[in-house]
């Protein structure tokens, strides 16, 4: 025999009305799913966009606006000036670029500043609007922009990372690791193992995010070494080889690091002297 409300709700659901509004949610929660290439049950379980919000507003401190976003965005919310840029990109790559700039136009109305265009330099890195600094990223699932005012931080660095496996894992392992990262992931394995190592990455391409339009030159991934403290979602990153003659070996950057449901996010900023 049904539970009393259980019988009340079967009574709903055979109304036509309702019984159409439940299948066409069924619908659109199974298409949603299989355009993200996710089960029902996964897509159903995985935390909101308001809630990946919320925890990663952590990962900056409180004058940082980051603006997260799970659906993508087609070209329609790019200005004019954005779209010489994106001639040639494939779809993949227009929602990546459109989505990052619609977070990051949400993201600099948050502080204030009226819809301008976040053109790039020669090298990728977004031009920001005078009196601003951001950073940008996109991976499976999720997109997002981190922007502050450069009265308080000289520059921004925000990543976000999928844990998907990928398939030379190894392989890119040791091209992104030193050797004291390779000796303590060795010591792990399975999910541990991904988590830490993408992790690592991630919080390499926030460091490069953060300082390449500093430095304005290319650095690889043996230029840094981190540690990571994942009970207080706290990363260090130590220089390890000198960059230019202001960013040295031997000196020290602080960052959080945030692993939820499937991604991995990290966030570094680095404030005016
Ligand atoms: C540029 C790079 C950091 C991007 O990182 P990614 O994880 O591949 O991709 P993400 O989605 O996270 O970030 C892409 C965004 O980074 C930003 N970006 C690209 N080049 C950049 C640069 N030189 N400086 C700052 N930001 C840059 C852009 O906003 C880009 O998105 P957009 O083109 O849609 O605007 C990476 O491709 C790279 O070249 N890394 C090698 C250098 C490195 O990481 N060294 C490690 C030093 S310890």
Same mark, same amino acid.
């Given at each position: 025999m049904n539970h009393p409300d259980t019988t009340i709700l079967l009574k709903i659901v055979d109304l036509p009305f309702y019984r159409n509004y439940f299948l066409s949610l069924a619908k659109s929660i199974t298409l949603s799913a299989y355009k993200r290439k996710m089960s029902p049950e996964a897509l159903l379980q995985e935390p909101k966009t308001a809630d990946y919000q919320e925890l990663c507003q952590?990962?900056?401190?409180?004058?940082v606006i980051l603006v997260l976003s799970q659906q993508s965005k087609n070209?329609?919310? !790019? !200005?004019k000036d954005e779209?010489?840029?994106?001639?040639?990109?494939?779809e993949k790559r227009l929602q990546e670029f459109s989505t990052g700039r619609w977070c990051a136009r949400n993201a600099l109305k948050q502080l204030g500043h009226k819809p301008v265009s976040i053109l790039k330099n020669d090298k990728g890195a977004p031009i920001w609007p005078q009196g601003f600094a951001g950073s940008i990223s996109h991976c499976k699932g999720m997109y997002g922009a981190a922007v502050a005012n450069t009265r308080r931080y000289r520059s921004l660095g925000f990543d976000v990372e999928h844990l998907q496996t990928r398939s030379q894992e190894k392989a890119i392992v040791k091209y992104i690791c030193t050797e004291k990262e390779l000796e303590r992931l060795c010591l792990l394995s399975g999910k541990n193992l991904i988590k830490e190592s993408r992790a690592i990455f991630s919080i390499k391409e926030s460091f490069y995010k953060c300082l390449a339009p500093l430095v304005q030159k290319y650095f690889g991934f043996k230029y840094a070494q981190v540690q990571i403290n994942w009970s207080r979602e706290e990363f260090t990153l130590e220089?390890?080889?000198?960059?230019t003659t202001e960013f040295i070996s031997g000196m020290r950057f602080n960052g959080k690091a945030k692993l939820i449901n499937q991604h991995v996010f990290t966030g570094m900023c680095l404030p005016q002297t």
């Open positions: 952590e990962l900056f401190p409180s004058e070209e329609s919310v !790019l !200005l779209l010489s840029l994106v001639t040639g990109y494939s220089i390890v080889k000198d960059i």
